[in-house]
């Protein structure tokens, strides 16, 4: 069957710090990867994608990722978080149809 | 480029009304687009995914009779809640991609069903 896993639910990380949201994927088909952020009360905002090329995917706002198929992840990072970066996260994958595979979301806590 | 928007933003109804809520790509035109349903502090549930000018497939469980969805072009889709209950209450969002590309999704309707 194919999943997402987001293994953390919940990161909290003091502003100015680096973070990292950790997201595996299994699927039996080649896949397209995607992050997703998500303020409150709004709609999700791409922030990376993976559709093929370089495995290392930069984003909006400062945020990379990095395809790693053998281990079948697709981590984000950031090496310097803001305040502003605080809302929920989702890793999403494309594969074999239309239909998107969320993962349940990680929420990102930016403290002072 | 790649804005979805979607009106209203929030809407208050009584029971027993239907709702209609509209997509739009600005800036492109959708081969497809998705209607998803969430729950608070859920990830996105897809309940059905529509191509202009053909009927939607509706995921498992979803009733299609409930939950009309039109795609009338290529920038335009909505969805009706007919005769809403107070279990319909939700946050609706749509999102709209064109072949070999990322959905990009509209910022979300908020329902209240009283």
């Known amino acids: 069957a194919q999943s997402v896993t987001q293994l953390d639910s919940q990161v909290p990380v003091f502003e100015e710090a680096p973070v990292e949201l950790r997201c595996n994927y299994s699927?039996?088909?080649?896949?397209?990867l995607f992050w997703y952020v998500q303020y409150p009360n709004q709609g999700l905002q791409l922030l990376l994608k993976?559709?093929?090329?370089?495995?290392l995917v930069k984003g909006i706002n400062g945020f990379e990722a990095e395809f790693n198929k053998s281990q079948t992840s697709f981590h984000l990072r950031k090496p310097s978080v803001h305040i502003s970066d605080t809302a929920e996260y989702f890793c999403a994958f494309q594969g074999g149809s239309e239909k998107l595979v969320f993962g349940k979301g990680t929420k990102l806590t930016v403290n002072p | 480029g790649a804005v979805v928007s979607q009106h209203p933003s929030r809407v208050i109804c009584k029971s027993g009304t239907s709702v209609k809520i509209e997509c739009r790509s600005l800036d492109f035109q959708a081969t497809t687009m998705f209607w998803y349903r969430q729950f608070p502090k859920q990830s996105l549930m897809l309940m059905a995914t529509?191509?202009?000018?053909?009927?939607?497939?509706?995921e498992q469980g979803v009733e299609k009779d409930k939950f009309l969805i039109n795609h009338a072009s290529l920038t335009l889709s909505t969805l009706t809640v007919t005769s809403a209950h107070p279990e319909d209450s939700s946050f609706y969002i749509c999102?709209?991609?064109?072949?070999?590309?990322?959905?990009?999704f509209g910022p979300g309707t908020r329902l209240t069903v009283l």
């Open positions: 529509s191509n202009e000018g053909s009927k939607a497939t509706y």
């Open positions: 993976y559709l093929s090329g370089s495995t």
């Open positions: 699927s039996s088909v080649s896949v397209y």
């Open positions: 999102s709209a991609r064109t072949t070999g590309e990322a959905q990009y």
